[in-house]
């Protein structure tokens, strides 16, 4: 990774894409410690360490904005909430369908929806917070607060989570990689030093070994997986063009075992946090109330908690894996290029042993995800570790995952550069 980044630092283009990236994120980070305005900002630092486990989850993926009640409390979390329902209604309505078979045009009309529901959900969101902010526990962070106050900070609110939104899509326009992954995994290192002042504050040098170790081990499991694939043997026949005769060979496709990356966990997190914030937030810190037993019934780290989110994450990779590989399609395009599978007839059989062999490896990567997700809040309280690293597992999933994707990009870049310096030269 330091060696691609070296590299690519020596060719202009991609310097100022990657300078580009970083501004954005800067500009971002900074967004996450300009405080909301009409705050007791005494107030706002006495009541930051006192959250439940809810508000440390939401917190983390707001790298601190939350804890800080700054303009960007509410994060990407509306974006990719809007974004997992507009992809599920692609696939249940036949307008949106045909609006994703049009290309450009209607990928266009789609991200367009999707930034009008992230605004509905910002919203939505931005009141839900200012009513906590108001009755629950913290109360005197609007003390005194004036109608006009609250209007003010819900039009903040909002207005944050669109600014990142629009942060984000000009990373992946402009810079380099996905922005919105790069924002969420920006606000998860942003939190590493306060967790690890955690743990030394807490003076167990066994305990820190032994998530030295884990981390280690974690990261070298996720790498193998996201790098593992399945390659199905290809074989094109000869066949003649014109007059001209091509000449067979064969080669493979490769199947990867965890087809979907980091996605069925960013999907996963963000579906479970909003009913969980949502309702922790509407009643206003009430757990005596329905909402708020429900918020409490779905606390991160509860059985409940763990098992929707270990299932949901066997579903969005299913789901996002079906997405991005079509059977059917690529049985075709191999018929009519005159490519085959050795034992397998073109066409249906194909697709049906694709689909197959999809089905078995993507499972295994389901899995996966899914233990590497819920394992650690199994983990973390036999060890007694403080909330601030109650995550580790889907936080380091989201790092390496979005850390490989983009290495993956900018060495693709470096690779089309260096095939154009080379053919220039000739």
């Known amino acids: 990774m330091v060696g691609a980044l070296a590299n690519a630092w020596k060719v202009p283009e991609l310097r100022a894409k990657l300078m580009f990236t970083a501004a954005m994120i800067a500009l971002y980070r900074l967004g996450a410690f300009v405080p909301l ?115 003010v900070v819900v039009l903040t609110l909002t207005t944050g989570v669109m600014l990142t939104m629009w942060l984000g899509e000009l ?26 002042r955690a743990l030394y504050e807490q003076g167990n040098v066994l305990v820190i070994i032994v998530l030295a170790l884990l981390a280690v081990l974690i990261v070298a499991a996720i790498v193998f997986v996201n790098e593992g694939q399945r390659r199905i043997p290809i074989t094109y026949a000869k066949r003649q063009v014109g007059r001209r005769m091509s000449q067979g060979g064969t080669t493979y496709l490769p199947l990867k075992v965890n087809m979907a990356g980091v996605i069925p966990i960013i999907f996963a997190s963000s579906l479970l946090i909003f009913p ?28 409940p908690y763990l098992f929707l989110y270990a299932l949901l994450i066997l579903m969005f990779t299913y789901f996002y894996t079906a997405v991005q590989f079509n059977p059917i399609e690529h049985a075709d395009n191999l018929k009519k290029q005159g490519g085959y599978i050795p034992g397998i007839r073109p066409g249906q059989p194909t697709a049906v042993y694709l689909n197959n062999v999809l089905t078995r490896i993507t499972l295994f990567g389901a899995v996966f995800l899914a233990t590497v997700a819920v394992l650690p809040y199994l983990i973390t309280p036999l060890m007694g570790l403080p909330d ?36 220039k030269k000739r």
Do not use: H
Not at 57 to 79: E, H, K, Q, R
Not at 400 to 406: Q, Y
């Open 37 to 151: 305005p009409g705050i007791d900002r005494q107030a706002a630092l006495g009541a930051a360490d006192s959250g439940n486990a809810i508000t440390s989850l939401f917190g983390v993926f707001t790298g601190g904005a939350f804890n800080n009640f700054a303009i960007f409390s509410l994060g990407i979390m509306p974006y990719i909430t809007a974004a997992i329902v507009m992809q599920l209604m692609t696939v249940a309505i036949p307008r949106l369908q045909e609006l994703a078979k049009e290309g450009e045009t209607g990928q266009a009309k789609i991200t367009q929806y999707t930034r009008y529901f992230t605004l509905i959900l910002a919203l939505v969101q931005s009141v839900a917070l200012v009513l906590y902010f108001r009755t629950g526990s913290l109360g005197p962070v609007f003390a005194g607060a004036s109608p006009i106050d609250f209007f």
């Open 171 to 196: 990373i992946t326009q402009r810079g380099l990689g996905n922005g919105i992954s790069l924002i969420i995994t920006a606000s998860i290192i942003s939190q590493v030093p306060r967790a690890l």
């Open 276 to 303: 969980s914030i949502l309702g922790t937030f509407a009643s206003g810190g009430n757990q005596d109330s329905i909402l708020g037993r429900i918020s409490l019934f779905f606390e991160p780290g509860n059985a």
């Open 388 to 423: 601030s690293i109650f995550i580790g597992g889907t936080s380091m999933l989201i790092v390496v995952g979005v850390s490989l994707d983009t290495v993956r990009q900018l060495e693709s870049q470096l690779m089309m550069r260096n095939y154009e310096g080379f053919l």
